[in-house]
């Protein structure tokens, strides 16, 4: 565990003295003038030098330079351009302010690579999107939503209306890595999907990750979501929320100490369930949460941060069935400064997801979860304006709790059980280069290490070659394997370790000022999997990490792109393949049981997947129209073929669609911005059906009617397309008072499109044929939200 922390530090200190110079280093912090807040991906240019710097997470930069006189331009989204001169004779600090550009009308809604310097950053297939911008996207109900935002970038899709997480480039839910201030979530969704569970309110940032992934990140094989919460208003006490048909939200934040500390806190709820009493209907169905952070300037090299999220859903039926379900995250942070190049950041979080059950009518509780403690430690080492260092460790605990039942009361006749808690450990190491080679090539090129130890548990069924499924030869099936026995282990035993290398590779050769080709190489690894025979998550669905007979799955993506500015920026187009191969995908044998199954192993088996696509996007930034076009071509398969020659394999053998392949997925999103009072948006859908079975055939048995399916997923549900519009009124008289409000009105599917959730088929009573029946969530949709701050 120790040698690859000591190459680090060797490769670290060889490429400081390969750069070593006599050169002058100006670093500091970019805020917001009005809050204090640390903004992130503020562009410093020195076009003297045609070279230039962002600021990371926390709004830190640093750039060295050749003694001398130099204009900055400091320039970012929303905000004012500033033009800074400096005589640089000794190394020096620079803090600077930005103020919001309130005149500015034609807000850019997507962002991604805005500034031109970064046409010749090598990152690609990521996409941001900044809180302002989610608000303005119409969503059902009027609840600005995060993850809705993003099912309208190229290569991401969802399981269907009203389904829970997303899909990234043919991936699955499990294969996302979320994260709220570094923090791991695993359940994205509020009330099985309708909302995600974060607020957009009290978001500073967004990045989604689809390829390129830099080695910091680790665990997840599709896609990297990393959220930053905002860190408070330092300066004085503001507020802001919304009142809307379904749900409201409320934000406070403020001084800790003027300019030195600031606290947010922002909660949610949702309330409808509320007025079911009064229609005779005792059910419910509400979520709530809580966003907090606090924040503490010690002095000029250290910075304390403290934040969290608590939320949770309530559905009951009659109180007879009540599911509660939710996440629980806290996050303690230092930020260290150790000289003007190296900046660092340490990180100790906790995770919880914790999922219940009630059923009054058996009388029985249950309860499941997953929990895991993080340790990490992460350095940003400014070596020279060519070449930039991230390294880091990051370890953590896991705890698996598949499921425990109890009696709820004392004539219920239910004996207790717990299935059998799981424990991991996984460690990992780091290092990754942004290396500017000439002025048209920049590398991006990194190194993961990371190391996946099964920790014993209680009890770990034996099996006849550590066989846990079976193949029956005569039916042609497979099966449970029976266990020969059990083995019994210490917390602290190790049952499995695994080790893999995950090297990282992007490219950025600059044509010239406003077109670029890049590529990327990613080789991931993944140790945890969410156990879900549904095409869309449940709360129920089971996390399980890999160990003697689950193992990790290993990604190898490749990706290309053209990039193009035209216009002064005010255009752009972005175009990319991709390729993607997964070995061990988990795949489940006919009749999987995957509820309350203390042996998962007996029903899965290990295959692989394989993706590919082409996605283009093509953004108007600028001018009182703007926004952009997104589209994607994509094909996701999946094969576990037989483990010998007399296997028949899951669906024979041969590939099959996955439930996340769409072959078509078409969004258009824009923005109108008429005068200042009046705004207005729209976003158009298209996408491909989603791959289903039908029945193929029937065969009569006993006066029954035994449907036939054909091969896995061979069928597909209608398409799926609507279009959403929204207004959005901001009264002139804002301008002359404190209080500041606005009113949004919207409408889900204008057409009333009754999009298919599931097609059922049974038989006619009247005419006795058999019938398809479409199951569909929403049609149209009107939705009012009033939004204030103060």
């Not at 290990?606 to 930034?621: A, D, I, P, Q, V």
């Not at 006993?702 to 597909?716: A, C, K, V």
Request: aromatic share 14%.
């Amino acid at each position: 565990m120790h040698r690859p922390l000591v190459c680090f530090l060797i490769i670290v200190f060889s490429f400081q003295a390969l750069v070593a110079q006599e050169k002058i280093t100006l670093f500091g912090t970019i805020t917001e003038a009005s809050s204090n807040e640390t903004l992130i991906g503020v562009s410093i240019a020195v076009p003297e030098l045609q070279t230039g710097v962002i600021t990371n997470e926390y709004g830190f930069y640093s750039l060295t330079l050749p003694k001398g006189k130099y204009t900055l331009i400091i320039s970012y989204i929303g905000f004012k351009e500033v033009k800074k001169e400096v005589d640089l004779t000794k190394d020096t600090t620079l803090n600077l302010q930005l103020n919001e550009d309130i005149q500015e009308l034609n807000e850019v809604i997507l962002t991604e690579d805005i500034e031109k310097v970064n046409i010749r950053k090598p990152q690609m297939s990521v996409n941001s999107l900044s809180s302002s911008s989610i608000k303005k996207i119409p969503a059902i109900l009027g609840e600005a939503d995060v993850l809705k935002s993003i099912l309208l970038l190229p290569g991401v899709t969802s399981a269907g209306e009203g389904a829970s997480g997303f899909n990234v480039r043919g991936g699955s839910v499990d294969q996302n890595l979320i994260l709220l201030d570094e923090a791991t979530i695993f359940n994205s969704s509020h009330l099985f999907g309708f909302f995600s569970v974060f607020n957009p309110d009290a978001i500073k940032d967004l990045k989604l990750y689809k390829g390129g992934i830099p080695a910091k990140y680790g665990g997840r094989i599709s896609s990297v979501l990393d959220i930053y919460q905002k860190e408070g208003n330092s300066k004085e006490f503001k507020a802001n929320g919304g009142i809307g048909i379904v749900s409201s939200r409320l934000l406070l934040e403020g001084p800790l100490k003027k300019d030195k500390g600031a606290f947010l806190i922002g909660g949610r709820s949702s309330y409808a369930h509320l007025f079911l009493p009064l229609f005779d209907n005792d059910n419910k169905a509400y979520f709530y949460d809580l966003n907090t952070k606090l924040n503490y300037k010690i002095n000029k090299n250290n910075n304390l941060y403290a934040s969290g999220y608590f939320g949770r859903d309530v559905f009951s039926i009659s109180n007879s069935f009540v599911n509660t379900y939710g996440n629980s995250v806290i996050n303690l942070r230092w930020n260290h400064l150790y000289s003007e190049k190296l900046f660092s950041n340490l990180s100790l979080i906790y995770s919880d997801y914790f999922y219940g059950l009630e059923l009054d009518f058996v009388g029985f509780k249950w309860n499941s979860g997953i929990q895991n403690f993080n340790l990490k430690y992460d350095f940003k080492h400014y070596l020279s304006n060519n070449l930039k260092l991230n390294y880091g460790i990051n370890n953590t605990y896991y705890r698996f709790n598949p499921g425990e039942i109890k009696p709820n009361r004392s004539d219920s006749g239910i004996l207790p059980k717990k299935l059998i808690d799981k424990y991991a450990n996984e460690f990992a190491a780091y290092i990754d280069a942004e290396h500017k080679i000439t002025n048209n090539l920049t590398l991006q090129y990194g190194l993961r290490w990371s190391n996946f130890t099964r920790l014993g548990q209680d009890e770990l069924f034996i099996y006849e070659n550590d066989q846990a499924v079976n193949f029956n030869s005569d039916f042609q099936i497979y099966e449970s394997a029976e266990p020969i026995g059990k083995e019994r282990f210490k917390k602290s035993a190790q049952i499995t370790t695994f080790n893999n290398l995950e090297p990282r590779l992007a490219l950025s050769y600059a044509l010239n000022n406003n077109n670029s080709i890049k590529a990327s190489y990613n080789h991931m690894a993944q140790y945890l999997h969410l156990l879900s025979n549904t095409s869309s998550p449940t709360p129920l669905d089971v996390w399980a990490p890999s160990g003697k007979y689950i193992k990790p799955q290993i990604l190898d993506q490749y990706a290309v792109g053209y990039f193009k500015n035209f216009k002064s920026g005010d255009y752009s187009i972005e175009t990319e393949a991709y390729y993607k191969d997964v070995q061990n995908r988990i795949d489940y044998i006919d009749g999987a049981n995957l509820i309350a199954n203390d042996a998962i192993e007996q029903v899965i088996l290990n295959g692989k997947m394989r993706s590919y696509g082409l996605e283009f996007m093509f953004k108007k930034n600028s001018g009182k129209l703007n926004g952009w076009l997104s589209y994607t071509l994509a094909k996701s398969e999946q094969k576990t073929p037989g483990r010998t020659a007399a296997e028949a394999g899951i669906n024979n053998g041969n590939w099959y669609a996955t439930s996340f392949d769409k072959t078509h997925d078409l969004s258009i999103n824009t923005s109108y911005n008429l005068n200042e009072k009046w705004s207005f948006n729209s976003n158009l859908i298209y996408q491909t059906g989603q791959p289903t079975n039908y029945p193929v055939g029937k065969f009569e048995f006993q006066d029954l009617s035994i449907p036939i399916y054909g091969d896995r997923n061979d069928q597909r549900l209608p398409s799926y397309h609507r279009l959403d519009v929204s207004a959005t009124l901001t009264p002139r008289k804002n301008k002359n008072r404190k209080l500041q409000a606005q009113w949004i009105f919207g409408i889900y599917n204008v057409y009333n499109r009754k999009n298919a959730a599931s097609i059922s088929f049974s038989r006619n009573e009247d005419s006795g044929n058999n019938e398809a029946l479409r199951t569909s969530i929403f049609g149209l949709v009107p939705s009012v939200t009033y939004n204030f701050k103060f």
